[in-house]
Every structure is written in structure tokens, then in C-alpha cells.
């Protein structure tokens, strides 16, 4: 009686680190990139913003972790402005072990509102596998629940 006790209490502890080992190398890594103004109307904190409150969207979705911190966006030379991603930084993102590059733009509609989209591009393959955009007001608490919304759309989809 108690050998099998053990044994069952052995089992579950294996099964139970088999689970949490697959959900951790199983997590999907998406680098951020900056957020693309081909307008220019939009404030660099505005940008940022966007940026970090698509980073905690992704990072708080389960089995996905975001990146901003990925320097790759050096590499395109007018990045910020046509939101093109080259060959060559594709393959420097796969080689940083990132699954996917999310690419967000924002373009203001009036002087309140603005459209956020972005797409989720396959860094093995250049595909574009998910995109989406949603209308907002400029406001922070606005453009928060429009990237969490945004967010959600695009890594449920993947």
C-alpha cells in the first residue's frame, strides 16, 4: 500500500514537470517592433505608449511572450515611417529565437480618434499569418483597451 502511494505521488510530480516543461519551451516569442507613424502627427510618447501596452497585451497572453527590447529595427533604415520588414531582419529575429514579429501602425482619423492595426508575420516563413486593426480615441485609457483588444485578436487567431 504505501509502495504504491509513492508511486502514485512519483507519477503525478513527473506528469505535473512534463506539463509545466511543455508550456515553457511551447511559449511563442514575438518581438514588437516600433510603432510605424507614416503621418507623423503622433507624438513619440503616444508610440511608445502603444508599444508597451501591446508588450504587456502579448506578454499577458497565455503561451506568448512579447519583446520590445529587440534591437532589430536598427536594420531597416526608414522603419518607422513605411513599416517594411527585410529578408535580413527576419533572419536576425529568427536567429534571436523569436516565432513571430508583430508589426503595429497607428494613423490618426481626427483630431480624438485614431486607427491602431498590426499584423503577426511568421519570421520562418515572411507570411503574414493574423491582422487586424481597431478604432479608438487618443486617450490612454482608451488606447490601452484598444491594444489589449487588438492583442487579443491577433494571438487568438495563431
Given at each position: 500500500?504505501?509502495?504504491?502511494f ?7 510530480a513527473l506528469i505535473?514537470t512534463?506539463?509545466v516543461?511543455?508550456?515553457f519551451?511551447n511559449?511563442k516569442?514575438?518581438?514588437i517592433?516600433?510603432?510605424v ?5 503622433v507624438?513619440e ?6 508599444r508597451s ?6 506578454t499577458?497572453?497565455e503561451g ?5 527590447s529587440?534591437?532589430?529595427v536598427?536594420?531597416?533604415?526608414n ?13 536576425y529575429v529568427r536567429?534571436?529565437?523569436m516565432?513571430?514579429?508583430?508589426v503595429s501602425k497607428?494613423?490618426?482619423?481626427d ?7 498590426a ?7 515572411g507570411?503574414i499569418?493574423?491582422?487586424?486593426s481597431?478604432?479608438?480615441y487618443?486617450?490612454?485609457?482608451c488606447?490601452?483597451s484598444?491594444c489589449?483588444a487588438l492583442a487579443?485578436?491577433?494571438v487568438?487567431a495563431?
Amino acid at each position: 500500500m504505501k509502495t504504491r502511494f509513492i508511486l502514485l505521488v512519483a507519477l503525478f510530480a513527473l506528469i505535473s514537470t512534463t506539463t509545466v516543461s511543455a508550456q515553457f519551451y511551447n511559449v511563442k516569442k514575438v518581438a514588437i517592433t516600433e510603432v510605424v507613424d507614416k503621418s507623423g502627427d503622433v507624438s513619440e510618447g503616444t508610440k511608445e505608449f502603444i508599444r508597451s501596452a501591446l508588450t504587456d497585451a502579448i506578454t499577458h497572453s497565455e503561451g506568448y511572450k512579447g519583446y520590445a527590447s529587440i534591437s532589430f529595427v536598427s536594420l531597416e533604415v526608414n522603419f518607422s515611417k513605411t513599416g517594411n520588414i527585410s529578408s535580413a531582419s527576419l533572419t536576425y529575429v529568427r536567429k534571436q529565437e523569436m516565432s513571430y514579429i508583430l508589426v503595429s501602425k497607428v494613423t490618426p482619423l481626427d483630431k480624438k480618434t485614431v486607427l491602431l492595426s498590426a499584423n503577426i508575420i511568421n519570421t520562418a516563413t515572411g507570411e503574414i499569418v493574423e491582422s487586424s486593426s481597431v478604432r479608438t480615441y487618443a486617450d490612454t485609457d482608451c488606447l490601452r483597451s484598444a491594444c489589449n483588444a487588438l492583442a487579443y485578436k491577433l494571438v487568438g487567431a495563431i
